[in-house]
């Protein structure tokens, strides 16, 4: 299948998705509390995008569902509490901000529906008879929930009334800015290196110098303002608001990169040297190789 129809598949599961979730929201029954609602709406549309994941026997339709959705959250928690603070304006800027280069950097990596995340394969090749419910709970719907917590800041942002804590707002803002070009660049360099890279050739400049993942450094960066942001309209709330945040940095420590690093070595041995003088995860100068 080609990229293009691939991309206008993913891009229709989404439409009728969303659509699903805001029909929901519209005449559903209620729960009364407007985020619960909206967690009930994108639950629905995984669905949505889980059926499509099943019937063409891909879960990478799921892929972009985590930085397509945030924005609409946003927008309309902001919508439903019609504040006007200027802490809403520059949460929505960063989260729209980040929505638009996460997604294009999917699209410009996507090959097309030939093709699914190897991660997604390893999973359900390891259950067996439970494939199904891993592509449901462990792919789809837990995804989803988990990037439903670290948006509960922005929540508590921009629904929130009276003021915040202008100068940590202003950090926020600073913080999440400089994760999005970091995870930005590190994305960059990467692109650039699998393009002329040499069989068996393992990645070790730029920013991957200092970090062999600096893309999952500076996307915890993204989630950690999010709950700065969330602190700042609310700090009684604080013991709470980091919860999405350090469930990401779980995720990325205790399930992705080790996943990823297991099979780098299984492809390219020389990636020890890798592991051995790059940090793991916080960008840190290079140790000294061994003599």
Known sequence: MTKSRSLALVALAYVIAVAVGACWLAWGPTTGKLWLDTLVADELATL????????????????????VIPPLLTF?????????????????????????????????????????????????????????AVDLVAIHLI??????????????????GG????????AAFVVGLAAVAFESVADLQLHRF???????????????RWSRHPNYFG??????????????ASPADAWWLFAGALAMLAMFLGVSIPMMEKRSLERRPDYQRVIDRVSRFVPSPPHRAAA
Request: charged residues 15%; hydrophobic residues 45%; glycine residues 10%.
């Open 48 to 67: 949505v995008v889980f059926a499509f994941s099943r019937a063409y026997g891909n879960s990478s339709f799921y892929d972009a569902y985590w930085s």
């Open 76 to 132: 309309y928690w902001w919508g439903q509490a019609g504040s006007s603070h200027l802490r809403n304006w520059l949460v929505a800027a960063l989260v729209l901000v980040w929505s638009v280069r996460l997604t294009a950097n999917w699209v410009y990596g996507f090959p097309g529906l030939h093709h699914e995340d190897w991660r997604y394969t390893t999973m359900r090749e390891r259950t067996g008879r439970g494939e199904f």
């Open 143 to 160: 995804p989803t929930l988990q990037v439903f917590v670290g948006m509960l800041p922005v929540y508590v942002c921009v629904t929130r």
């Open 163 to 170: 003021g915040d804590i202008g100068w940590l707002t202003a």
């Open 194 to 208: 699998v393009r002329h890279r040499q069989p068996g050739q393992v990645m070790d400049r730029g920013l991957w």
């Open 219 to 232: 996307e915890f960066g993204f989630w950690l303002a999010l709950a700065l942001f969330g602190v700042a």
